[in-house]
């Protein structure tokens, strides 16, 4: 049975088709503002756009445009479209990705100290310790780097120029 989204017959595609369709884009000059339409990556999918299998494309597909150029590639819900983000849109997402990391270091801490150590082997403790004061002190570097950041730019300017 072949469907809109099937190849047509002697067609060879390479596999995994997310791959092949991701590098399509980035040799046809993916740029800021690119756009394409929900049918153009369910074509190159082969897959609907419910679909366990077109999401999971579209995860494989954000990560390797980002890790290539940096590019962050997001779905227009009103427009049924996926594109680049602008260039001017990348503050928003840095600030996004600090959030994350920050509250991804305070859950590790929150994880760290409600664990019992009684149920750890000697070595186990150790490691589980160690890595707990990692993540504390990162956590609280990153949520006190802003204030201290205003304490030198203030005190000392050039050292932040």
Do not use: C
């Not at 680049?84 to 994880?111: C, D, H, P, T, Y």
């Amino acid at each position: 049975m072949i469907t809109d989204n099937a190849p047509s017959p002697g067609e060879v595609r390479k596999l995994p088709l997310w791959r092949s369709l991701a590098d399509t884009m980035l040799q046809s000059g993916l740029t800021f503002g690119s756009s394409y339409t929900t049918e153009f990556i369910e074509q190159g999918l082969s897959a609907k756009r419910d679909s366990p299998k077109f999401n999971f494309g579209i995860h494989n597909m954000r990560k390797k445009t980002f890790e290539h150029r940096g590019f962050s590639f997001k779905k227009i819900h009103k427009e049924e479209r996926y594109v680049i983000l602008q260039a001017n849109m990348n503050e928003s997402e840095m600030a996004r990705f600090s959030r994350k990391a920050s509250s991804a270091l305070r859950r590790g801490v929150i994880l760290g100290t409600n664990t019992p150590l009684n149920l750890l082997g000697a070595e186990e403790r150790r490691r589980h310790e160690s890595m707990l004061e990692k993540l504390a002190t990162r956590h609280a570097l990153i949520r006190h780097s802003e204030a201290v950041a205003a304490v030198v730019r203030k005190q000392q300017p050039k050292l932040l120029s």
